[in-house]
């Protein structure tokens, strides 16, 4: 487990240290450096990290309230599993948010111009599409998010951003292949131009596939991960 580096100059406030830790572990759990079921004590993680048991605690009660994380009175915190059943569900929010957030972009007069701003992502010769798991990750989040907002309901893009948040450690794991993020590319492309030429039902279509299929291939690399994370640990 990486530690945190010790602030230079003046100290750093308890909150900041908090975030750092919360920032730390929520790592790890990303790349699967901590794996469901993984114990530790609030002792452990602040020797590790370097910093005292105050901000360790409330970094941890923050990743239990977001489902990563629980904690048992005699044997401490532990890595929670993975819950594929809700999961799912929150898939399929998903597709509930971003459709109706698509057939509102569709009936807009003129494309919204937010949307712009997706085309010079996302529309581009195959040369030019990043390879970087990371970056096409990222820009993922923010194309879906951004179709979200562009739409105009604030309240619709706050719970799509809550769904985007509790999928993210295994959403990421679907831009760890070449192969899944030329599928990405292809899928954006084609619903961007469907929403910009304003055709709800094509739109429609290629966005709850494309959601699908996302949710099918990240449930079969969760699974290999998980394997190959355990078999590492066990040497």
Same mark, same amino acid.
């Given at each position: 487990?990486?530690?945190?580096?010790?602030?230079?100059?003046?100290?750093?406030?308890?909150?900041?240290?908090?975030?750092?830790?919360?920032?730390?572990?929520?790592a790890?759990?990303?790349?699967?450096?901590?794996v469901?079921?993984?114990r530790?004590?609030?002792?452990?993680?602040g020797?590790?990290?370097?910093?005292?048991?105050?901000?360790?605690?409330?970094?941890?009660?923050?990743?239990?309230?977001?489902?990563?994380?629980?904690?048992?009175?005699?044997?401490?915190?532990?890595?929670?599993?993975?819950?594929?059943?809700?999961?799912?569900?929150?898939?399929?929010?998903?597709?509930?948010? =971003?459709? *109706?957030?698509?057939? +509102?972009?569709?009936?807009?007069?003129? &494309?919204?111009? !937010? /949307?712009?701003? $997706? #085309?010079?992502?996302?529309?581009?010769?195959?040369?030019?599409?990043?390879?970087?798991?990371?970056?096409?990750?990222?820009?993922?989040?923010?194309?879906?998010?951004?179709?979200v907002?562009?739409?105009?309901?604030?309240?619709?893009?706050?719970?799509?951003?809550?769904?985007?948040?509790?999928?993210?450690?295994?959403?990421?794991?679907?831009?760890?292949?070449?192969?899944?993020?030329?599928?990405?590319?292809? =899928?954006? *492309?084609?619903?961007? +131009?469907?929403?910009?030429?304003?055709? &709800?039902?094509? !739109? /429609?279509?290629? $966005? #709850?596939?494309?959601?699908?299929?996302?949710?099918?291939?990240?449930?079969?690399?969760?699974?290999?991960?998980?394997?190959?994370?355990?078999?590492?640990?066990?040497?």
């Open positions: 487990m990486k530690a945190v580096a010790p602030p230079a100059g003046p100290v750093v406030p308890r909150a900041n240290l908090a975030v750092q830790v919360y920032d730390a572990l929520k790890q759990m990303h790349d699967f450096e901590l469901p079921g993984d530790f004590s609030e002792a452990e993680i020797a590790r990290l370097g910093v005292s048991r105050t901000p360790v605690r409330e970094a941890l009660f923050r990743l239990r309230n977001e489902g990563l994380l629980d904690v048992e009175s005699k044997s401490g915190w532990y890595v929670r599993p993975i819950d594929f059943d809700k999961l799912e569900q929150l898939y399929d929010l998903r597709i509930v948010l =971003e459709s *109706a957030s698509v057939q +509102r972009l569709c009936a807009m007069p003129e &494309p919204a111009p !937010a /949307l712009d701003t $997706l #085309k010079a992502v996302w529309l581009v010769p195959a040369a030019e599409r990043l390879q970087d798991g990371r970056e096409v990750g990222a820009l993922d989040e923010q194309f879906h998010a951004t179709l907002q562009a739409a105009g309901n604030a309240e619709i893009a706050r719970v799509h951003w809550d769904v985007t948040e509790r999928i993210r450690i295994i959403r990421r794991l679907d831009f760890t292949r070449a192969d899944r993020m030329d599928a990405t590319y292809s =899928e954006h *492309a084609k619903i961007l +131009r469907s929403v910009i030429q304003r055709k &709800p039902d094509a !739109a /429609l279509l290629l $966005l #709850k596939t494309h959601i699908e299929q996302s949710k099918a291939e990240v449930r079969k690399i969760t699974l290999s991960t998980l394997h190959e994370a355990r078999a590492r640990h066990a040497r």
